[in-house]
């Protein structure tokens, strides 16, 4: 059982906006930054938006985060087909004093 | 873009050892901390443990203290996971990471720092 809570799957059609959530507490997401990571399959983890919000360079404008209190979402918009993958956040958690993740939400595009 | 090799995974028995090894591109390897990270098969990630630039703070999962080691050496741009008692549950895909932001005096703001980018990973499978 992970302690950031994600929904294990999401879906829908191209062009579509999606949320993807993800659930903590005071001791990670309440204190500390959130960040998204996107597996395609079959390839490791790839950073797709760090401090709550922030995009790497090369990630589409139409992948974006936010934060409210002990909850963090992405969302996507204009769904794609190459949008299919896995999703993780993850946080630092102050009690654990190590890194937490979700479990994960896998995306399909329909 | 610098960029991550693992090696040193492969089949093991219950209750051995094995080192892992993380080689970093790139001439800033020693100004960033870094970390390991692993997926069982089929499931999620999973952190294990973090290392500062200087090697000075390190952090561990429960899952995983008292049994593995983190080490790295900058003088040859590589970091280590040195894992002992090996149990079934520990087979699983092991990737490296360096965090996103640069360490700055004896701080790597762990709480407020990421993970990019990942190495390709390295299997470890623990079994009889």
């Known amino acids: 059982q992970s302690v950031l809570t994600q929904p294990p799957s999401a879906s829908g059609t191209p062009g579509q906006r999606v949320t993807i959530s993800c659930s903590g507490s005071?001791?990670?997401?309440?204190?500390?930054?959130v960040n998204w990571y996107q597996q395609l399959p079959g390839t490791a983890p790839k950073l797709l938006m760090y401090s709550d919000d922030q995009r790497p360079s090369g990630v589409p404008d139409r992948f974006s985060g936010s934060k409210s209190g002990t909850s963090a979402s992405l969302a996507i918009s204009g769904l794609q087909s190459e949008d299919e993958a896995d999703y993780y956040c993850a946080a630092w958690d102050d009690s654990l004093n190590g890194v937490v993740f979700g479990g994960g939400t896998k995306l399909t595009v329909l | 873009e610098e960029q991550l090799l693992e090696s040193g995974g492969g089949l093991v028995q219950p209750g051995g050892s094995l080192r892992l090894s993380c080689a970093a591109s790139g001439s800033t390897f020693s100004i960033y901390g870094m970390s390991w990270v692993r997926q069982a098969p089929g499931k999620g990630l999973e952190w294990v443990s973090s290392?500062?630039?200087?090697?000075?703070?390190?952090y561990y999962a429960d899952s995983v203290r008292g049994r593995f080691t983190i080490s790295r050496d900058n003088s040859k741009n590589t970091l280590y996971l040195q894992m002992n008692s090996l149990r079934a549950e520990d087979t699983a895909i092991y990737y490296c990471a360096k965090y996103g932001r640069k360490c700055s005096g004896v701080s790597c703001y762990s709480n407020t720092n990421w993970f990019d980018p990942w190495g390709q990973g390295t299997l470890v499978t623990v079994s009889s």
């Open positions: 005071s001791s990670n997401i309440g204190r500390n930054t």
């Open positions: 290392i500062t630039n200087s090697g000075g703070t390190i």
